[in-house]
Structure formats: C-alpha cells, structure tokens
C-alpha cells in the first residue's frame, strides 16, 4: 500500500517568513494530494489539494507544488503570520478500485514566532 | 462543517467493555470513513464505507468493526476495548466525483 512520509515533524519560523514543509509518497499510482490544517483541539481542516496533472497550485498566502517523477510534493506558506501556527498534514491517494483512501504523513507541527 | 456531528464527543470506559461511537452525516455522501490519532502516528485508517452496507477495512482495523445500514450514519464498535484503544477518532465523509473528505468534530475515547 501507499506510504507517506512527511519532514520536518516540528519547525519554527519567524512571523513575515516563509515555510516549507515536504512529503514523499511510494504508490506511483497516486494522484490527488491534500493538504489539512490541524489546529489544536480541532478537527483536520482541508486548506488546499493538488492533482497530478498539475505542477503547481495556489490559494493567497500558500502554495502546494508536485513532483511526479521523485514522488515529492509540497506545502509552501509565505507571510507567515500567528494564526498560521498548526499542525499540517499532507496525505496521498491509495487508488482501490475506484474507493480511493487517504494516507497521511504524520504531521508537521508549526509555530510562527511573533 | 459539511454537516457531519460525531457522538459522543468524550467517553471514559474501562477495559473490556463495549464501545460504539456514532457518525451522523445530513448530506447524503456516499463514502465515510473511520480514522484513529495517535502522536506520532498522524491519521491512520480503521474501516471505510463506500455505501450501504458496502464496508472495507483500513490500515488499523483489528479490534474494530463498523456497520452501515443507512447513509447517513456509519457506526464504529470497539467489542472488547483495551488501553491501546485509547485515541481521538475522527469521521470523515467524501463526495463523488470528488476526492476531497472532511472531518467530523472528534471523539476523544479514554480505556482505563
């Protein structure tokens, strides 16, 4: 099945810059690719998805980019700013059958210094 | 919140006994899923349903099973819970065509 790995598990960043966070994934069958917003006591909230046809996608402040061919992709936030502090998962298809399940990365917890 | 509610919210049980929590959905989605949190651990799968007593195992489904016998609610059973079943367990349902699923609120169990 697919597995997906996710870096770095904490990272901290000063208010006004910028952060990355990655994901591998092993299934090269896998096309679809979110990423939730986890703030704490809440429930996982999705905030932006990438599809494989496509390289790149943005919403305002963050961006996801995929690449297909290293089975790599990535959440990009610029601007950072507090309420950006959160835990962010990203996650992958297991294609079966056409019933589709998610597979998540185990998290990177975000905190954005003022 | 895509109309999903999840009860109960908290629940304290002891080792042994039988657990069932509840995922209620208003919107007539096809597919509903069970998942686990753990630290550490992120989201893992336990079971999925793709419609009406159509049902199929995750990643984490030994000690669980679920029962759907109407759309809008998918019911997960712990027979026997056990401390190891001590978790936040989320509900989530997706809509066709799409691939995209949202969370229910959570329930928080505790196995003491």
Redesign the interface.
């Known amino acids: ?1 697919e597995n997906v790995e ?1 870096h770095p598990s904490t990272l901290s960043v000063q208010e006004g810059d910028s952060a990355v966070i990655k994901c591998t994934y092993s299934d090269s069958a896998s096309n ?1 690719f ?1 990423w939730y917003k986890q703030e704490l006591g ?5 905030i932006i ?1 990438i599809r494989s046809n496509v390289g790149e996608k943005k919403d305002q402040r963050i961006a996801v980019t995929l690449n297909k061919t290293a089975k790599h992709f990535s959440l990009h936030i610029t601007e950072t700013q507090p309420e950006d502090s959160a835990v962010y ?1 990203c ?1 992958a ?1 297991s294609s ?1 059958f056409g ?9 990177t917890r975000l905190t954005i210094i003022p | 919140d895509a109309g999903i509610t999840q009860s109960p919210r908290h629940k304290v049980t002891e080792t042994g006994t039988p657990v069932t929590l509840r995922c209620h959905q208003t919107e007539n989605h096809r597919y509903m899923y069970w998942y686990r949190q753990d630290p550490g651990h992120g989201l893992r799968l336990i079971h999925y349903s793709y419609g009406v007593k159509d049902t199929d195992k995750g990643e984490v489904s030994d000690g669980y099973s679920v029962s759907r016998s109407k759309t809008e609610d998918f019911l997960l059973t712990l027979e026997s819970a056990t401390s190891s079943q001590t978790s936040v367990y989320f509900c989530a349902i997706r809509g066709q065509p799409t691939y995209e699923q949202y969370f229910g609120p959570g329930t928080r169990l505790t196995v003491t």
């Open positions: 099945g996710q679809y979110p809440k429930r996982p909230q999705l998805d998962f996650a298809t079966n019933n589709e399940k998610l597979t998540f990365g185990t998290g």
